[in-house]
């Protein structure tokens, strides 16, 4: 959502511009005045992306919007009460084929569905939701999304879980007021994902109290991560540390992220702090570097194609980045450095006869791992 005033067009299709380039794929703006409606009708067809236009207390800006052509309205039951101002705005928004989001929120519940379930429940959000469908159902308006945002996480998750149970129409999923970094991100995802992992949602926001190019920069995140969107950007893994790391895991982290970001490469990186368990637990990514004997071994796919000093470690793996993206994976593992591989695990064994064996002793892990599992199968074939 953009936090610019919708009547000041330009800053408003700057910060547009912007979120749609972070991930953004709607973007909604406030219409809460005349101006805001006159800044609408020259956003729109401007805009890289819909815009849908949000609308509180008063009916007009609900019709002022129409008129500007917006892709569609969010209605707040708690705020727009009376039910010819609410039955008005959805004939007008049938007859122009343009859709409604019903946002029922927590914070402004309507009182009347408060006091009936005994306080802001689930079922009293979700009641408000309905009551608001029944009266578009009157005017034969059912072009309908819902959300039924709380910033209680629980809640918010209860009231979806209910509606989902309820409704067929799309449900856009948001922990309303989640609050500024990092704890607003964390109950953001808790609430969003879990929703999402169980096949509910269809659109989400992300409301941090900070800039809303976070917004739409976590929302895209999220939906790379649980595998709902194509990645677009970097995916920057790297390993936590631990006593065996042999750089500065974190600061050469960042370092990579921001030179790997500048350039908006579309591609999944490791840097990981040992050669000892690095490249294995990092055989996944397109591309990773792990340090050890004040050298880095950089990886593609889990297959070392070069060792570069300790101090080109980023710059080696921003220029191999470069070049990865540009002529694919193949190629560059065919344009290995053929003696990259025995150098490599000539320094793993070094580092291992140096300090002792792996320290998460990942083989034995395994060979235990493999045989609990058979063991368990064995006992399932018993029964
Ligand atoms: S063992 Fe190596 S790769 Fe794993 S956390 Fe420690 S430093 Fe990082």
């Known amino acids: 959502m953009t936090t610019t005033k919708t009547a000041d067009v330009e800053g408003t299709l700057v910060q547009i511009y912007s979120l749609a380039a972070a991930g953004a794929e709607i973007v909604r703006c406030t219409c809460n005045s005349q101006d805001a409606a006159d800044g609408l009708r020259q956003i729109v067809p401007r805009s890289p992306v819909p815009i849908v236009a949000d609308i509180h207390f008063h009916v007009e800006m609900a019709l002022a919007a129409l008129e500007s052509g917006v892709a569609a309205l969010r209605l707040n039951p708690g705020n727009l009460r009376k039910p010819e101002e609410i039955k008005l705005v959805a004939r007008e928004a049938g007859a122009r084929g343009v859709p409604i989001r019903i946002g029922v929120n927590a914070g402004s519940l309507h009182p009347d569905f408060a006091k009936e379930f005994g306080g802001i429940t689930a079922e009293a959000m979700v009641a408000s939701a309905l009551h608001e469908l029944e009266l578009f159902h009157e005017v034969g308006f059912d072009d309908v999304a819902f959300s039924v945002k709380a ?115 579309p591609i999944q990186v490791a840097v990981m702090g040992c050669v000892v368990n690095g490249p294995g637990e990092a055989r996944e990514a397109d591309l990773g570097i792990a340090a050890g004997r004040k050298k880095g071994h950089l990886f593609i796919k889990g297959h070392i194609v070069r060792v570069v000093p300790e101090d080109e470690m980023v710059e080696a793996l921003v220029a191999e980045a470069e070049q990865l993206v540009a002529e694919g994976i193949e190629a560059r593992l065919a344009a290995a450095d053929s003696s990259a591989e025995a150098e490599a695990e000539a320094d793993r064994q070094a580092l291992l006869a140096e300090k002792g064996d792996d320290a998460n002793a990942s083989e034995d892990r395994i060979e235990l791992i493999r045989r609990t599992v058979a063991s368990g199968r064995a006992g399932d074939r018993r029964d």
Not at 244 to 259: L, M, N, T, Y
């Open 151 to 265: 910033s209680n996480v629980a809640l918010m998750i209860a009231a979806y879980r209910l509606l989902a149970e309820k409704v067929d129409h799309p449900l856009h999923l948001g922990v309303t007021e989640a609050g500024p970094l990092p704890g607003g991100l964390i109950k953001a995802t808790a609430g969003i994902a879990t929703l999402l992992a169980e096949g509910i949602g269809d659109t989400i926001r992300y409301s941090l109290t900070a800039d809303p190019i976070e917004e739409a920069r976590a929302g895209r995140q999220l939906l790379e991560a649980m595998g709902l969107r194509e990645r677009k950007g970097l995916d920057l893994i790297a390993c936590p540390s631990c006593g065996r790391a042999e750089i500065d895991v974190i600061g050469v982290a960042k370092a990579a992220q921001s030179a790997l970001e500048e350039r908006n490469l």
